[in-house]
């Protein structure tokens, strides 16, 4: 054993200290050791720095301890390659105790403590890095001095650290093979500036979610000509796109949204942009025509553009993307028809165009989709009936704030896995089937505003079962609001079986009866009922009492009332009721 070379005990299930492995530190020929995924913990022992001839030490994602500085790691000098990932080991940022360490091209840190430490600024290490990971190690703070003496690094995390001052171009002046570097999650601020020359080995660039401010270099698409993955977003960027943009023909992620961008996108962008699978530009200021006719992103699989300033038509031109699975064009001013030929992209998932001025009917086209899950395209003026079709595969569909008509029965007519579905808002008429059974994964149901009659069926009631796996652990139905609609009988009892019920409003119909109080209702308040004269019960304060003679049920107010219905208190309810609504909806959508 004593000869041993290599030791690969990844994943084996151990447990506990080293300290009591004593025959591993007499392995002085072993060169690489592998003892990460484990569950091994405490300090490391002192004998491994017998290990004079290691290489290659993983140690990553168990639970050691103790500070590096103290540690035999530093006796390693030997050590090409030191991963150290995921463990609780306090390590200086300066990374002075591997400065004698001539050998180390590759050291990996993420996720442990990261500390200053007074190593003297003058000092330069042995060592030149290939690749360093540091990311997620609390507050670095400025970027370590070390870098400045690196000129082989190829792969740079440093992302989710608390680092500050200006983005480092120096890193990439000085290291011209770099290819990954990530400063995500940061506080980086200032201007984005690049030295001004190609930067052909770079492939993975990630700024996100810093204090960047100020214009993005007009030729950042020929500095970047090789660029893979590219993501600017959440930053304070004030620019146009820049053309250049079109020439980054490797790219295939771009991600710019949350800024403050404005100005059209460039058409050199939708031409040029050949392997692009994703592109997110929402939340910015960008406005006109989505696309031009020149759009020809093939390989386009995700295409987020919510809550800019767009309008026009959807371009026949987005057919061209086959591939796409999710599009996401809300927010925004768009109009004209849903175009029929969107029923050809059959790989769409995901459609949301909720909250523009599109006008038409939902085309029969849109059945085609046999992969569609989602579909939003609430707040817009889309008139006619529901086609039946959607439910089959669709787990979320939003269509209020429309002009929808029609019965509801046919869009109740097939069985579904339907989780929320939103009718509110329309010009739905006729009563609640009782094919509603079919549904047993529904979680929100909202059919307030609309013109619906008859009773609430008892149907309603088997609203149980399974939910997709999207939505975490709700198993049961938790909104249903039936309001501002023409619904008359009894609320049936049965419903207190919806035992995880949270918001209920059949506010302003002609119900009658009492109201359940047991389960879930009896935390319902009079708020829930409002605009129903007839119904009674202990959340009302007014009494059911029974007529012996008769059977029936009669209601002793114990309010003054003088006849009319108190429209502030039927306004402040109707109110109070819609945004505990717009709350559940909201939890939904995070």
């Known amino acids: 054993m004593n000869a041993l070379k290599r030791l690969m005990l990844g994943s084996s299930g151990l447990n506990g200290t080293l300290s009591a492995a004593q025959g591993l530190c007499g392995m002085r020929h072993l060169q690489v050791l592998d003892l990460s995924y484990n569950n091994l913990v405490g300090l490391l022992p002192t004998c491994l720095a017998n290990l004079t001839s290691l290489q290659t030490l993983y140690i990553h994602r168990n639970e050691f301890t103790g500070n590096i500085t103290e540690s035999p790691l530093t006796s390693l000098t030997s050590l090409k390659e030191l991963s150290l990932n ?95 570097l990530h400063l995500q999650k940061n506080s980086l601020s200032g201007l984005f500036n690049l030295l001004n020359h190609p930067h052909t080995h770079m492939f993975t660039l990630d700024i996100s979610k810093n204090l960047l401010s100020g214009k993005i270099p007009t030729n950042l698409g020929e500095l970047l000509p090789n660029i893979e993955y590219l993501s600017m977003s959440s930053n304070r960027f004030i620019s146009n796109i820049p053309s250049s943009f079109g020439y980054m023909s490797s790219l295939n992620h771009l991600d710019l949204s949350n800024n403050k961008l404005s100005g059209k996108i460039p058409d050199h962008l939708g031409k040029g942009c050949v392997s692009l699978i994703g592109l997110i530009l929402s939340n ?106 959607f439910l089959l595969s669709i787990y979320d569909l939003r269509l209020s704030k429309n002009r929808l008509s029609g019965s509801l029965y046919d869009i109740f007519s097939n069985g579904s896995s339907i989780s929320v579905l939103d009718l509110s808002n329309n010009h739905l008429t006729g009563s609640i089937p009782r094919e509603i059974k079919r549904f047993p994964h529904l979680t929100f149901l909202l059919l307030n505003n609309n013109h619906l009659e008859g009773k609430v069926p008892k149907e309603i009631c088997n609203l ?127």
Not at 129 to 134: P, V
Not at 144 to 150: S, T, W
Not at 297 to 320: A, Y
Request: net charge negative.
């Open 86 to 180: 995921y463990n609780h080991f306090q390590i200086p940022i300066s990374l002075g105790p591997f400065y004698n360490h001539s050998k180390l091209t590759i050291f990996r840190g993420a996720n442990n403590e990261i500390y200053a430490d007074d190593v003297t600024q003058s000092l330069v290490p042995k060592f030149q890095l290939n690749a360093i990971d540091l990311s997620r190690c609390g507050d670095v703070g400025m970027l370590p001095q070390f870098l400045h003496h690196q000129h082989d690094l190829e792969d740079v995390d440093l992302s989710d650290s608390n680092l500050i001052g200006k983005f480092p171009n120096w890193l990439l002046a000085n290291n011209s093979r770099l290819s990954y």
């Open 284 to 389: 910015n200021s960008l406005h006109g025509q989505i696309f031009s006719e020149n759009f020809n992103l093939v390989k386009l699989e995700l295409l987020l553009l919510g809550k800019n300033q767009f309008t026009g038509k959807i371009h026949e031109s987005l057919s061209n993307s086959s591939l796409l699975s999710m599009l996401d064009i809300s927010n925004n001013y768009i109009s004209g028809p849903i175009p029929k030929w969107m029923g050809n992209l059959s790989a769409l998932q995901k459609i949301r165009m909720g909250n523009n001025h599109l006008k038409s009917q939902i085309p029969d086209e849109l059945c085609n989709l046999t992969n569609l899950e989602t579909l939003d395209i609430s707040g817009n003026d889309i008139f006619g009936s529901v086609p039946s079709c």
């Open 464 to 590: 149980l079962g399974p939910i997709p796996k999207t939505f975490g652990n709700l198993k049961h139905i938790e909104c249903m609001d039936l309001s501002n609609n023409f619904l008359s009988g009894n609320i049936p009892q049965e419903l207190i079986g919806l035992n995880t019920l949270e918001v209920f409003s059949v506010v302003n119909n002609n119900l009658s009866g009492e109201v359940p109080s047991s389960g879930q209702f009896g935390g319902f308040t009079e708020s829930s009922y409002k605009g129903n004269p007839h119904l009674c019960g202990t959340q009302l304060r007014k009494s059911c009492i029974s007529d012996r003679t008769s059977g029936s049920k009669t209601l002793v107010d114990h309010r003054e009332d003088d006849g009319f219905m108190d429209m502030t208190a039927f306004y402040a309810s109707l109110t109070t009721t819609f945004l505990v609504v717009l709350l559940g909806l909201a939890t939904i959508l995070l």
